[in-house]
């Protein structure tokens, strides 16, 4: 049973280019959570989703992020005209669910370097 | 400023010795989870807990969920090489279903 997936491991990216992140949860999951971990500082929530959903988005950056999690295929975290403070670790995480106890697991990251 | 404050933020110790790690709040959580981190890797979950006062026993990893729901412990007896890594918690308040928030984080170090 694999884990979470996360592709790709490392991007890099001029200031101005897009990022693109991709999410595959664990079989059998269909909640799914990004995760920011900037240098020397914790993992900060960013957002959660369902399928076609966007649950709760308050940790996220008013302008140039976006997360999607589509009937089909991977969970996306769009991060358009990235700028050098974007440079951190994004985890992904999914749950099968969310009531009290549920757990969730993480993937590997992708790490972001904008240039 | 961290919703969940962890202490000590290193601790570097022998091995054979013991250690805790406190994960402390002003708020109550309905659950919490304790995970370890290495370089390079995203965070594996160890336990959760969820009632208040609960203690769970993982080899020679102990964890312990405060009467209030506000704090919790993290206790390795013997500690070994390969426990070395990042210690977070991460709670989930009853406001916010599936919002985890993590504490800082612990770095534990031990030495052969």
């Known amino acids: 049973n694999a884990g979470v997936m996360q592709n790709p491991r490392h991007l890099v990216r001029r200031r101005g280019q897009e990022a693109r992140l991709r999410c595959s949860p664990m079989?059998?999951?269909?909640?799914v959570y990004w995760y920011r971990q900037l240098p020397e500082e914790g993992l900060k929530f960013m957002v959660y989703l369902q399928k076609e959903n966007i649950i709760d988005e308050s940790g996220m950056p008013k302008e140039r992020f976006s997360a999607e999690f589509p009937k089909e295929g991977p969970s996306i975290l769009r991060i358009q005209q990235v700028v050098r403070g974007d440079s951190a670790a994004y985890f992904c995480?999914?749950?099968?669910?969310?009531?009290?106890?549920?757990?969730?697991?993480f993937g590997p990251g992708t790490r972001l370097t904008v240039l | 400023t961290q919703l969940l404050e962890q202490s000590p933020q290193f601790l570097s110790i022998q091995e054979g010795e013991n250690l805790t790690v406190y994960c402390n709040s002003s708020?109550?959580?309905?659950?919490l989870q304790w995970y370890r981190q290495e370089p390079g890797e995203g965070p594996v979950l160890l336990v959760t807990v969820v009632t208040g006062g609960e203690v769970k026993k993982l080899k020679r990893l102990t964890f312990q969920f405060g009467d209030a729901r506000k704090d919790s412990s993290l206790h390795i007896t013997a500690a070994q090489p390969g426990d070395t890594g990042l210690y977070l918690c991460?709670?989930?308040?009853?406001?916010?279903?599936?919002?985890?928030?993590f504490g800082a984080g612990t770095q534990v170090v031990v030495t052969p």
């Open positions: 079989k059998g999951h269909s909640h």
């Open positions: 995480a999914s749950s099968p669910g969310t009531v009290p106890g549920v757990e969730q697991f």
């Open positions: 708020s109550v959580f309905s659950s």
């Open positions: 991460a709670g989930v308040s009853f406001a916010s279903w599936g919002k985890l928030q």
